[in-house]
């Protein structure tokens, strides 16, 4: 006899990223294995979220109570009404010898945040860990976002939904209002003598594709009080601008110490 190893090519090495998705929509990507041994190979597709053991693991200490460093789940912020963030057709199957199949990745989240994720293994009859994605998501309630800077949220989030008080306030007085969301940018000067070099850093503005505006092609975007910036010796690169449906511009920051700034 001769023994025969099962082999495959994956179109996704390691990270399969689905981008930003108006909460509540949803967004498909696809990805192709290809069979490149000499035998039929079943498969199947399974999810660290939907793994039997995923409830046995949650007992143990929250991962937000570790470095970012030491934690080891895969699996981020899932959906509230209890359906999967991701979802991959098909999920069992066959490859023929030679040939390839496509895998169609929906993501489908229904709250916003940044931290949608997820563990894909490829397992080969039944036993064997073949290939391993990594997907990940992000979604927001509104087609247009800015990031950049140090995170002041935290990447583990709770299953209770709550408001933060003020908008627990005006709740009660019948005008919600949604709390204004700060970016925390930290911008580094070391002084030369011979040279002013600013220190630099940059946001990132972007707009999402979605089917509620389907028409409008790009969206505007511009900056409030930057003459109070400037006093300050901050610079932006861009006062106002556009930017289009599915990408992402980058506007530098920079600052310089105004002459009467004197250190602590």
């Known amino acids: ?97 030679g040939k390839s199949q496509d895998f ?15 563990r894909l293994k490829v397992v080969l009859f039944g036993k064997e860990i073949a290939h391993v994605i990594h997907l990940k998501g992000a979604a927001r309630y509104h087609p247009m976002f800015v990031e950049g800077g140090i995170p002041l949220d935290v990447p583990v989030e709770s299953l ?14 019948g005008n ?14 070391t002084e030369e003598e011979s040279s002013v070099v600013p220190a630099m850093t940059e946001l990132k503005v972007g707009a999402i594709r979605t089917v509620q505006f389907a028409s409008k092609k790009n969206v505007e975007f511009n900056f409030d009080n930057l003459l109070l910036l400037q006093q300050k010796g901050f610079t932006i690169e861009s006062a106002k601008g556009t930017v289009g449906r599915g990408q992402v511009k980058c506007i530098s920051v920079s600052w310089v110490p105004p002459a009467d700034f004197h250190v602590s």
């Not at 597709?45 to 934690?71: G, N």
Request: with cysteine; hydrophobic share 35%.
């Open 1 to 97: 006899g001769r023994g025969v190893m099962p082999s495959i090519v994956c179109s996704v090495e390691e990270v399969l990223n689905m981008g930003y998705v108006i909460a509540k929509e949803n967004m498909t990507s696809t990805f192709k294995i290809e069979n490149t041994s000499t035998l039929n190979l079943r498969y199947s597709i399974q999810l660290d979220s939907l793994s039997s053991t995923r409830d046995k693991d949650q007992q143990r200490l929250p991962s937000f109570m570790t470095s970012s460093l030491q934690r080891t789940d895969f699996v981020g912020t899932q959906n509230y009404n209890g359906l999967s963030v991701f979802s991959i057709f098909p999920i069992e199957g066959e490859i023929v010898a």
């Open 176 to 189: 919600l209002q949604e709390p204004v969301k700060s970016i925390l940018l930290v911008l580094e000067y």
């Open 104 to 118: 169609i990745v929906t993501f489908s989240p229904d709250h916003e945040s940044l931290y949608y994720s997820d």
């Open 160 to 173: 209770a939904v709550t408001l933060p008080m003020s908008s627990q306030e005006s709740a009660k007085g």
